[in-house]
């Protein structure tokens, strides 16, 4: 029995059915053998194809960066552009201008480190140390209850009665540290302590004052509670004001509270009109009762001669506009001019001019 002394990588003789696997190509021809691990012959062909290596980019520009030109001393330009990052990097992280208006709050790898002042100031680079500007000087502004909202705002009076209020919270920040790291959320706790101290010191009013007279006196209430609370909270807040904006009746009552509005209101300017009448009343008394004291010294002094003054005064208020004449008897002839009198008596009457065509 013949041996086959092929290997598994020789390719079948000519002479061994050439036409085995080999008639469709060349007609039985010798191939070269195929070794699967060595490289085929068009491998010089695929290297040409493919696309530079990084060592051959450097080695092209005598070990430049993208095509970058060398300097004159023949080094990389790469070093000194790396470098102006870094410094650019260093100066922007680490100087800090800070408006006349503002505090900045430097941290710490995340921790408070401290609070600068206004102007030039500087820190490590970040992300060592980062610092943020608050604004101390602005006045915000937080609204409770707007009458554009869909429900209402209602808070109880002292009376049981119920009203509808909005009203402005007017607040700045005096503790930017505090501002920024004791709340979780500065601004929502301000609107909550604001709702939380208006209904503790509207429940100290009835409802004429509250709608009323009393809203100065609640506005600085509200402000002295919320203040108050704040500080507990260590908030780093300050309350500037409080402006009641509205301060109604449910819109369901709404028209009956202005009825009995308009009458305690008339019923006000009535009382008014009674305390002037009053006080005109009670002047006058006290000006008569001072005349009075004054006659009567000068009475206790000259009785006779007092009577007779005040007796000749007297007639002199009743009868000085009297068109009659009073005449004693006893020797005097009585002369009355009755023409002159009835040129007194009689009415004034405009004289009129009468004219007419001539012919």
Known sequence: MATDSKGPWDSPDSSDGGSTGNSGRGG?????????????????????????????????KGGG????????????????????????????TSVHRIGPEQEGVVTQLGKYSRTVSPGIQFTL?????????????????????????SSENLVLTKDQSIIDMAYDV??????????LFQLDSPDETV????????????????????IGPGRGAIELEVRRRMQQVLDEYRAGVLIQSISIRQSDPPAEVNDA??????????RESY???????????????????????????QYREAPEVTKRRLYY????????????????????????????????????????????NKQ
């Not at 680079?125 to 909202?149: C, E, F, Y």
């Not at 008596?345 to 007419?356: D, F, L, N, R």
């Open 28 to 60: 039985g021809s010798k191939q070269d053998p195929v070794n699967p691990w060595d490289p085929t012959p068009d491998t010089a062909t695929r290297t040409r194809t493919r696309g530079p290596s990084l060592e051959e980019l450097l080695r092209r």
């Open 65 to 92: 960066f993208g095509g970058l030109p060398q300097r004159p001393d023949g080094k990389s330009w790469l070093p000194l552009i790396i470098g102006g990052f870094v410094a650019l990097w260093l100066v922007w």
């Open 125 to 149: 680079p970040a992300p060592l140390q980062n610092i943020t500007k608050i604004d101390t000087q602005q006045i915000q502004t937080t609204s409770v209850g707007s009458p554009k909202a």
């Open 170 to 179: 007017r607040w700045s920040i005096k503790e930017p540290e505090l501002y």
């Open 191 to 210: 609107k909550e302590v604001a709702e939380s101290a208006m209904r503790a010191a509207v429940a100290n009013f009835d409802l004429t004052q509250a």
């Open 257 to 266: 509270f202005r009825e009995v509005n308009a009458a305690q209101q008339r």
């Open 271 to 297: 009382l008014n009109d009674a305390r002037a009448y009053a006080s005109r009343v009670t002047e006058l008394a006290l000006g008569e009762t001072a005349e009075f004291d004054k006659i009567y010294v």
């Open 313 to 356: 005064e007297t007639m002199e208020q009743v009868l000085g506009k009297v068109d009659k004449t009073i005449v004693e008897t006893g020797g005097v002839t009585p002369y009355l001019p009755i023409p002159e009198f009835q040129k007194k008596t009689a009415p004034k009457t405009e004289p009129v001019t009468v004219t007419g």
